[in-house]
């Protein structure tokens, strides 16, 4: 089918301290359920990797309606969206059993040459997708832009993270998941934090790999966030976060 779709379940390994879903558990839910979709469309891993093809993530953008809760059951749905300048569109949504939105987004993609590590045009992808548009999703990728450093003047947290074997994917790359825990990392600096992540867009700038040290940085004015990864000076993420407070008492 054009369209997947896939009961899951809320596991205790996906929320965290505050009972709330993480950001590499979404991202985890909707990647699986995007290759799972690509693979019935004829452009999964396996399909395209004998052709040196892939699909690399370049922006992922989150809204939360409805926070998911531990055991529940949920439908996770994907389709392929439109092509717009050169990335393929992909967009999703989380239900609850009574099919009442719980979260949606938009993932954006490139269509790589893996072995000269060239972006392709969408025209050289050997299978003519189907298009749906958004059917409703609102949730929009977007290049997050400059701050205003005037009112994003207030450092709430930095850390350096060394990239590891096990953080790996099959392009050898940190894989995008990942990112989700540094965004965590850097909105909740310990278990005491109020914190909790609500809508966030992710730009994936440049890829991290085996060894490479992160320098991750958090700044915020009110309840918006903006996240930064550099290496040696270089972008490799940016995140725009959305957040309220919970009590923990």
């Given amino acids: ?5 896939a009961k899951t379940r809320v596991t205790y390994y996906d929320l965290d301290c505050k009972n709330t879903l993480k950001p590499s558990a979404l991202l985890r839910m909707a990647n699986i359920a995007a290759e799972q979709n690509a693979t019935d469309l004829g452009i999964g891993y396996t399909q395209m990797e004998p052709l040196s093809l892939a699909f690399v993530l370049q922006r992922f953008c989150i809204y ?17 969206g439109e092509i717009i300048k050169g990335m393929f569109n992909r967009y999703g949504e989380m239900l609850d059993m009574n099919r009442v ?5 938009i993932s954006q993609w490139v269509l790589l040459d893996l072995r000269a590590r060239k972006i ?3 025209t050289e992808l050997p299978v003519t997708l189907p298009v749906y548009g958004n059917l409703g999703v609102s949730a929009a990728g977007k290049k997050i832009e400059q701050l205003d450093k005037e009112a994003f003047n ?9 990239v590891r074997y096990s ?14 825990n540094l965004i965590a990392d850097a909105l909740c600096p310990d278990a005491n934090s109020e ?4 809508n966030m867009l992710i730009n994936f700038l440049a890829e991290t790999r085996i060894g490479e040290t992160i320098n991750v940085s958090c700044i915020h004015a009110g309840d918006s966030y903006r996240v930064n990864g550099t290496v040696e000076g270089k972008p490799v993420f940016a995140a725009a976060v959305d957040a ?4 923990m008492l």
Wanted: a positive charge.
């Fill in 101 to 105: 939105k719980m979260m949606e987004w």
């Fill in 167 to 180: 953080d790996l994917d099959t392009n050898l790359h940190m894989n995008n998941a990942v990112y989700g």
């Fill in 64 to 80: 939360s309606y409805i926070a998911p809760k531990y055991n529940q059951d949920v439908y996770v749905r994907t389709w392929p």
């Fill in 154 to 162: 207030q450092l709430h947290h930095s850390f350096v993270y060394t």
């Fill in 244 to 247: 309220h407070k919970k009590n």
């Fill in 120 to 122: 392709l045009r969408p």
């Fill in 1 to 5: 089918m054009s369209i997947y779709e």
């Fill in 195 to 198: 914190i909790v992540w609500q």
